[in-house]
């Protein structure tokens, strides 16, 4: 039901964009312009693997 909506919304949003970021500043890196990193990516990647992690291990957790 909705918790394997909400992870989803987890994933999505969390670690694909993340991906995404990464991405683009690898190629960036790649062609030889100056590239960092933000520092809320990794907080953002890690918060939302736990939280896709937790809903995967326990779909009760979103349930009333």
């Known amino acids: 039901g909705g918790w394997l909506h909400a992870k989803l919304t987890v994933v999505f949003l969390g670690l694909l964009s993340v ?6 500043r690898l190629g960036k890196l790649r062609r030889g312009q100056p590239a960092t990193a933000p520092d809320w990516l ?5 918060v939302a693997a736990v939280v896709a992690i ?10 009333r």
Do not use: S, Y
Not at 42 to 46: D, F, H, M, S
């Open 19 to 24: 991906h995404g970021i990464a991405r683009a």
């Open 54 to 63: 937790a809903l995967a291990v326990h779909p009760d957790l979103l349930k």
């Open 42 to 46: 990794l907080p953002v990647a890690l």
